[in-house]
């Protein structure tokens, strides 16, 4: 929380598609300078979920790009 506090709040935004009634496709987006979560009610009359989080700062293999095998 405190990345994201320090890169403001005023820079997150939030993108809705869909219907807004349950049991109907839908995806959202948060994101921000640091990181961006995905949520995706697409398939199936809106009943299979997938969601994303991605942290910029720590995305999957970011320690192997930077020459470290070893999880921190």
Do not use: K
């Amino acid at each position: 929380m405190a990345e994201i506090r320090e890169a403001g709040y005023g820079r997150l935004r939030f993108v809705w598609s869909g219907s807004p009634e349950p049991g109907r496709p839908h995806y959202y987006r948060v994101a921000g300078p640091t990181f961006v979560v995905e949520y995706c009610n697409s398939q199936n009359s809106g009943n299979h979920i997938h969601v994303v989080w991605r942290d910029y700062a720590n995305d999957f293999g970011a320690a192997t790009d930077r020459g470290s095998n070893t999880a921190e």
